[in-house]
T-cell receptor, first 111, second 116 residues
Framework: GQQVMQIPQYQHVQEGEDFTTYCNSSTTLSNIQWYKQRPGGHPVFLIQLVKSGEVKKQKRLTFQFGEAKKNSSLHITATQTTDVGTYFCAGRNFGNEKLTFGTGTRLTIIP | AAGVIQSPRHLIKEKRETATLKCYPIPRHDTVYWYQQGPGQDPQFLISFYEKMQSDKGSIPDRFSAQQFSDYHSELNMSSLELGDSALYFC???????????????FGPGTRLTVL
């Protein structure tokens, strides 16, 4: 079955440093979504990428979808304490409704 | 704005008991999803419904069943509970992929099930 892996599993950064998480799918995706889950909370949608090579920005967050539509990345510039949480990518295959969540990257910020 | 509502928020059951979790999607959303999230793990897709019909199935045990009712709320029924069923169960709703190319999923707050 489809597998979606993320690296790193954990990332500890000093406040103000940059952070990147990488997502790799075993299959070509129709689209990929990113979610953030705060400790004790539920996943919250961040963005959806559909086109090959697509890049989207949300303030300090930059999302990229690979040319082959099998990988994606999320980059946060100048992290803040509010960025703490686990970031999940979630891929959808063509013709399917279900999302396959990645293994997640847990970000902690050292003030 | 209205969000996805789940009840109960917490549930404690004994082994071999049954449990029913409820989900009320965002109004006008036609698709409901159920996920199971163990401690420190990613959400695992269980099952989804589109317009009250099962639309996709994931790693849902045979002991579990779910349905969507005419008012679009959904229930996840879990029987013969096992210790390993202890987890957070999320419901999410969205517009279906057939009706919208942009179908972010809105998650409810989850039901924390503890099986003793």
């Amino acid at each position: 079955g489809q597998q979606v892996m993320q690296i790193p599993q954990y990332q500890h950064v000093q406040e103000g440093e940059d952070f990147t998480t990488y997502c790799n799918s075993s299959t070509t995706l129709s689209n990929i979504q990113w979610y953030k889950q705060r400790p004790g909370g539920h996943p919250v949608f961040l963005i959806q990428l559909v086109k090959s090579g697509e890049v989207k920005k949300q303030k300090r967050l930059t999302f990229q979808f690979g040319e082959a539509k099998k990988n994606s990345s999320l980059h946060i510039t100048a992290t803040q304490t509010t960025d703490v949480g686990t970031y999940f990518c979630a891929g959808r295959n063509f013709g399917n409704e279900k999302l396959t969540f990645g293994t997640g990257t847990r970000l902690t910020i050292i003030p | 704005a209205a969000g996805v509502i789940q009840s109960p928020r917490h549930l404690i059951k004994e082994k071999r008991e049954t449990a029913t979790l409820k989900c009320y999607p965002i109004p006008r959303h036609d698709t409901v999803y159920w996920y199971q999230q163990g401690p420190g793990q990613d959400p695992q897709f269980l099952i989804s419904f589109y317009e009250k019909m099962q639309s996709d199935k994931g790693s849902i045990p045979d002991r579990f069943s779910a349905q969507q009712f005419s008012d679009y709320h959904s229930e996840l029924n879990m029987s013969s509970l096992e210790l390993g069923d202890s987890a957070l169960y999320f419901c999410a709703s969205s517009l279906n992929v057939l009706s919208s190319s942009y179908n972010e999923q809105f998650f409810g707050p989850g039901t924390r099930l503890t099986v003793l």
